[in-house]
């Protein structure tokens, strides 16, 4: 992998939430917010669902029950967002208040704004599912919808309809989905008259509900320029990931591109061997092709192979297996922890002239030492940041159209290190090297700050002695032998 790459910092997210909302969210914003608070919510045993039992129908279809539930815990009144357990019947009742605006699919000019509602019908020309819009971009309408999986986009809708078996697909849940705003399922679009509509402020991605662990790997990945989303707030973790995507991905893990979003990824990772030929470029990639190409990159890197996990994409049975977004991320980001190795530095630590026997590491020719010796040498030093406490976070699940999922996992706990003299002093091994996790610390000091590269090895944190000698504005030095 190229130093260039490495030297980037691997970000750290202190506190990313999923949506984090204005002072005073505008009417329509609270509407969105209640949808994304309930991101992942899956219904339980024979389609249990809490907006189901509000509206007496427990076990119903409950997509329509879902926004009406939105709206009413954001406190719309009826007269602006009547509740409804019918999409053709809310349909309606919008169209008789002159708020109902086509889809460009029939022939509308109309671009949905966040919080409208957005109606589906199918080829009986029966409008049979809801959503809520949570914004636009790049020609594509992202909803949040209930009683839903995540759609397949790798192959054409009716293709995948056609194949759906209801036994087989799981339960059905709250997820963020995406359409091409001239999809022949998109209907149109509820416009309620909401005493405000100041779109709801988002931070990260606004898809991945309370995956905090995976937020951390993505923006990790995404300071390496090795993964991004598929929007601006949108990694659609239960999504497929397109082949030449992931082709990009490896290719900057493997050091053979500097950016994943190169065009035509895919040729030259079929060139390096990394990927077999003749793969469809759009197509969604398997856990199986996944793994292969891995442990491609793996040799290329002179480590050992590893096996990875891969979570199957809900509608997997159906036109091809794939393997999901968020599990191949975190594949991707365990192939990039690998890369980060830390060694027992050899040489000379002083500070003020005066030898220090601080235990010490070196990465990528920097020298690296224990941030609670800094702490306790400099009290008037704080340090801010997030030290994961396993880089096994299991994999995260997938999200289409249906209606509930299995329980995700928890999100890892993270430890949040503040103050001065907080941790403990390092042990060091007596050999090395070490595998080492990236994070980023803020050091503070009499008002002034700096966010560094740190690093994780058995547990310790450790700070670069460079920056932090810039920052204290002593001579900290360290000599190579």
Known sequence: MKKKMLSLLLAAVLCLTPAAALEEPSQSGQVVAKALSM?????????????????????GHWCDMFVSWCAEEAGVPAEIFPASISCGEHYRMFREKEQFQPSAARGG??????????????????????????YTENGQVFTVEGNALTNRRDVPAAEVSAQRQGALDPPDYVTVNRYLLEDSRLYGYAVPAYASREPLALEGYADLGDSGALAFQLEALSANGVLSGTSS????????????????AILTLSGIRETGDAPEALTAAQSAGLLPEGLNPERYISGEEAQGALSQVLARMGLEDQ???????????????YATRASLAQA??????SALTLELFQGTLTLWGKDL????????????????????????????????E??????????????????????????????TGNLEAAEVPEAGPLRGTGTVLRLEMEGR???VRGAVCGGVLYAPVEPVAALLGVKLLAVPA
């Open 307 to 321: 096996t990875f996990s891969f979570t199957e994409g809900d509608l997997a049975y159906a036109c091809g297996t």
């Open 233 to 248: 707030h949108t990694f659609s973790p239960r999504d497929g990931m397109p082949i030449e995507e992931f082709a990009g």
């Open 390 to 419: 396993s880089k096994d976070t299991g994999a995260a699940e997938d999200l289409e159209e249906t209606e509930d999922s299995e329980e995700t996992e928890e999100p890892e706990e993270t430890e949040n290190l503040e103050g």
């Open 449 to 451: 700050g700096q966010e």
């Open 332 to 337: 991707l980001y365990a192939l990039q922890e």
């Open 39 to 59: 991101m992942g919510y899956a219904e339980g045993d024979r389609g249990y669902t809490l907006f189901g039992q509000r509206y007496g129908y427990p076990r």
């Open 357 to 388: 026997d601080w235990p010490a590491l070196s990465l990528d020719g920097e020298c690296y030492v224990p941030l609670s010796l800094l702490l306790e040498q400099f009290p008037e030093l704080s340090a801010d940041g997030m030290l994961p």
């Open 109 to 134: 000019q109309y671009i949905p704004q966040q919080g409208d509602l957005v109606f589906f019908y199918n080829t009986r020309g029966v409008i049979h599912h809801i959503g809520l819009v949570l």
